[in-house]
């Protein structure tokens, strides 16, 4: 991973909160961030696609849902700036944990999952 294109794949709010948001809870679909981010789904979908194009994040399908996670074959310096931002800032992503938690209807992931 060349670090030029890690961070700008991260220099967008919407990619940052959403990898660091799928990073804390191991594995999250649209529905979940679209939620916790308070945004559109075409907007969020987009925005995976490009973090899955950099090659950040891989997704899987199960029925409907398409769930997103880090994608195990990232470098350990990419994975280790990912948790020292989320260590280092836990304010930033309160209110969309806080909103994720409060979500009614969360997907079942099957027992299967990561």
Partial sequence: MNPVLFYKCLADETRLR????IQHEGELCVCELT?????????????LAQLRQCGLLIDRRE???????????LPEWCVQALRDTAKGNPAFLAAN??????????PTRASTCC
């Fill in 35 to 47: 939620a916790s981010l308070a945004e559109s789904q075409p907007k969020i979908s987009r925005h």
């Fill in 97 to 106: 944990l806080e909103a994720l938690n409060e979500m009614g209807d969360r």
């Fill in 63 to 73: 029925g409907k849902w398409v769930f997103y996670r880090i994608n195990p074959d």
């Fill in 18 to 21: 959403s990898i660091m948001l």
